[in-house]
């Protein structure tokens, strides 16, 4: 039996500002309620959504732990009521609302996933956000199907790149956007079918020699002046998801193009969704992807890892956006 500490070290900044925030300090080791785990973290994503609540711009819902990270892989080493005694002991990954830089953290069990033995501790801290994100945005929303095309903007982040590796195992081609000549290649290599430098060409010139007839399915991280571009790029009935807006939250479109298209406009948020909701499309994760991870045809891109207490170097990388994949916060 794993002797629990009261206390452990975490990432909980008091106050918004750069990365020199993210120091670490003490916290009092949570206790797992009624149908979630306690877990043992050995690793943790870092995102873009952690950025902006260093920055104070993203706060954590109502409920939710202010400690830093929605990620994690972990041991689970206790359980509240109702959860089944046989996870004791196991790997998990799981998906949090808040809490993951740190030494433990609770979660639904609901959200929690089984670490297949293909993956490290370090791999598996690098999926959950970006599984739950595009399944239920690119694959639910978006009713990706087989044989279309789908354009990914951010093509090297962490989403674009599961999105990639995704979409081409369901049987879609990939065209992705990123802001660089070798960006662009590293995508490809991951599995695009195209790559679009957004620095040196217009990607909706660049669509539309690619696909004469447009994309099916456009996600979109970047919002702002890019939408009414996307729905240049979409073929009739396609559909423009939006998950993030990294160029602003408003957006002027042509509603004319809509109508003659018959286009789709959705779009989600993740983070404040039920336990019910996430334990859906952790199901569904465990039925459609899951056999991708256990037999290693799906690993995520890791771009780089820091020990916890360089969270704030961790964040420096991601800031400058220069990463490709995931950068990752390691624990013992």
């Not at 979109?220 to 990294?246: F, K, T, W």
Request: aromatic share 4%; proline share 7%.
């Amino acid at each position: 039996m794993t002797q629990i500490p009261s206390t452990m070290i975490a990432i909980d900044p008091a106050e918004a500002g750069g990365p020199e925030v993210l120091q670490p300090v003490e916290r009092p080791v949570p206790q797992p309620a009624p149908g979630e785990l306690l877990i043992k973290v050995a690793a943790a994503g870092v995102n873009r959504p952690d950025v902006l609540q260093r920055e104070g711009k993203y706060p954590p819902p109502p409920g939710a732990s202010r400690i830093m990270g929605l990620e994690l892989a972990g041991e689970v080493v206790a359980a509240g009521e109702g959860v089944d005694a046989r996870l004791m002991g196991r790997p998990v990954m799981a998906l949090v609302a808040g809490g993951a830089y740190a030494e433990y953290a609770v979660a639904p069990s609901g959200q929690c996933m089984a670490v297949p033995p293909s993956l490290s501790m370090i791999e598996a801290a690098a999926l959950p956000e970006t599984l739950f994100t595009v399944w239920s945005n690119v694959f639910e929303r978006g009713r990706a199907a087989p044989g279309e095309t789908l354009l990914v903007h951010g093509g090297t982040s962490g989403i674009g790149t599961i999105a990639t590796m995704l979409a081409r195992s369901f049987g879609l081609s990939v065209i992705i956007t990123a802001g660089s000549a070798e960006k662009c290649r590293r995508a490809i290599e991951i599995g695009a079918n195209h790559a679009i430098d957004y620095k040196t060409q217009d990607f909706v010139a660049e669509v539309q020699k690619l696909a004469a007839d447009g994309v099916h399915l456009v996600l979109d991280m970047v919002g702002g002046d890019y939408v009414a571009r996307n729905l240049e790029c979409l073929a009739p009935e396609g559909r423009h998801v939006s998950i993030a807006v990294q160029r602003g939250s408003k957006a002027e479109i042509p509603i004319h193009k809509i109508m003659q298209k018959r286009l789709t406009l959705t779009g989600s948020t993740l983070r404040a969704r039920d336990v019910g909701f996430k334990t859906s499309v952790r199901d569904q994760l465990i039925r459609t992807v899951w056999p991708l991870l256990a037999d290693g045809r799906l690993k995520p891109v890791i771009d780089s890892t820091f020990p916890l207490a360089r969270a704030a170097d961790a964040h420096r990388r991601m800031d400058a956006g220069e990463h490709v994949g995931k950068i990752v916060l390691t624990l013992g």
